[in-house]
């Protein structure tokens, strides 16, 4: 299983840095607006390389989510049923997450969420939401 | 297609992927009489359990082969090594391409354990049903139907109805509709009877240039087109867990072909997933969107119906061969050489896959003549 140190790399790295800061951070490229989400050397949109890390509202809605009933990594069996989501973010990108703070049948499509930043070890945080009527 | 072959699907715990792979080659070439060193054309499918089984220099070299071109496709499926196959053949550069798949990840107990989005790993997202599920979960959405979650079990007992006739499935005792609705969920919405089979196992088929078939075989099946569309940016593209991007395979593989949702004797669907087949029924045009769930209802899939889908079982029920299967099973209909699932008259078949994470999409049509 990877955790987030083996997802740090020579892109996410500043990703990484920002969550770890309680703020969340993606590159947004200068000519053309775009969001980088995944986070690559160059804008996806339109190849520019005027790539700048600016800050998100880290506020979004569920886009769609599943409930885990069986663990397919030993570190998951006690945290189960567990979800997974998509939160699509206000500023555009679908972003890979969970939903904490609600029972998993109360979870709803479309239902308004913000970013929680949860540390997971000394050196790194991770991203997760939480419902918030007022994102 | 000249030739085509499987082994017994299940647990095989004394065998490597490679004696599975070796044993559907032999099988291909004993079955079908074509001579060892007609084959100049070698591509193989690795194994996805990252051990390098099936690797193509090792395995042309454990058969004595010195193939024009050899080559393999690691994450995607047999129908996607049948149209790498059609290139080399359409160019020139082979006449008798082996495509040959062997895995032993249900005794090495591989438990696709892999994220389903490398970003997704701290958050549990694991396993290709994870992507899956969260398709299911949005189309349910999109089309108010989440009350309706069930009715895709229609599907997985379609398909249980099929295997029951095919002698190499996994699965071949009875499923019903109350069996079906007191199954586990594995990753809600998905039970464990809409996720794949994982199984041990081989196939080997062999396509040739259609000028020599006939001299190689007595009855060649014809493949008549084929359909590519992928979709690289993935969850940038509104609706990419719908795979809306079938819809573009669907108009080049009927342009190309002439043939319709509505001319086929039978449909073979690449179902890592009981909703890959509720997505290509409405992108390809079978019913209309947001449909296929009461579509599949009655019978209406099933052996006997308007349109007979998976006929073997498919990787619900047969096995989990990443389409490899399907090819076999079409080879066998388009023969009229399968038994008691026979599909009466059977001349036209599609098969349509999707790969990786719904990123890759192909159709194949083929028919009992050129």
Not at chain 1, 104 to 112: A, P, Q
Not at chain 2, 319 to 331: A, D, K, N, R
Not at chain 2, 355 to 361: C, K, Q
């Amino acid at each position: 299983m990877q955790e987030p140190r083996q997802l740090r790399n020579k892109y996410t790295a500043r990703f990484w840095d920002a969550l770890q800061q309680n703020r969340l951070m993606l590159p947004r490229c200068r000519d053309c607006g775009h969001w980088l989400f995944p986070i690559g050397p160059c804008c996806s949109n339109c190849l520019s390389d005027a790539l700048e890390w600016t800050p998100l509202s880290g506020k979004g809605e569920v886009w769609s989510f599943i409930v885990y009933h069986h663990a397919f990594a030993p570190e998951f069996k006690d945290k189960l049923p567990y979800n997974v989501a998509i939160v699509k973010l206000d500023e555009g990108p679908r972003i890979i997450s969970n939903v904490v703070g609600i029972a998993n049948d109360e979870i709803r499509n479309g239902m308004r969420v913000a970013a929680q930043f949860d540390p997971v070890d000394e050196a790194h945080t991770l991203l997760r939401f939480r419902p918030d009527a007022t994102a | 297609m000249v030739a085509a072959y499987a082994t017994q699907q299940g647990e095989h715990p004394d065998k490597t992927a490679w004696d599975l792979g070796l044993e559907a080659f032999r099988g291909a070439l004993q079955q079908s009489g074509i001579k060892r060193d007609r084959i100049d054309g070698l591509l193989t499918e690795t194994t996805q359990d990252g051990s390098g089984q099936m690797e193509p220099t090792r395995f042309g070299q454990m058969v004595g082969l010195n193939p024009r071109a050899s080559g393999s496709l690691h994450y995607a499926t047999a129908g996607f090594t049948t149209a790498y196959a059609a290139g080399l053949i359409a160019s020139g550069q082979c006449q008798v391409v082996a495509c040959v798949y062997g895995t032993n990840q249900r005794t090495s107990k591989f438990r696709f354990h892999r994220a389903s989005d490398p970003f997704g790993a701290p958050y549990g997202f694991l396993n290709p049903a994870g992507f899956a599920g969260l398709g299911y979960q949005r189309y349910l959405h999109k089309y108010d139907r989440l009350a309706d979650r069930d009715k895709i079990g229609a599907v997985a007992i379609a398909q249980r109805k099929h295997a029951m006739l095919n002698p190499i499935a996994l699965r071949r005792e009875p499923m019903t509709w109350e069996d079906y609705r007191a199954d586990r969920f594995v990753v809600w919405p998905l039970r464990r009877s809409d996720i794949c089979l994982i199984t041990d196992g081989g196939v080997c088929f062999i396509l040739a240039d259609a000028e020599i078939a006939a001299d190689l075989t007595d009855h060649p099946i014809y493949l008549q087109g084929i359909g590519r569309q992928d979709a690289l940016r993935m969850l940038e593209n509104e609706d990419h867990l719908l795979i809306p991007h079938m819809k573009s395979t669907a108009t080049q593989i009927y342009e190309r072909t002439g043939v319709g949702p509505r001319d086929l004797d039978a449909l073979y669907v690449q179902d890592a997933h009981a909703p890959a087949v509720i997505l290509t029924l409405e992108n390809y045009g079978f019913c209309g969107e947001g449909e296929a769930l009461d579509w599949i209802q009655d019978g209406r899939i099933e052996l006997g119906g308007e349109l007979p889908v998976n006929t073997h079982g498919g990787q619900l029920s047969e096995g989990y061969m990443v389409g490899w299967l399907h090819q076999v099973e079409m080879f066998r209909q388009l023969r009229g050489e399968a038994g008691a699932r026979q599909v009466p008259d059977c001349e036209l078949v599609q098969f349509c896959a999707t790969g990786g994470f719904r990123e890759f999409t192909l159709s194949l049509v083929y028919a009992n003549q050129p």
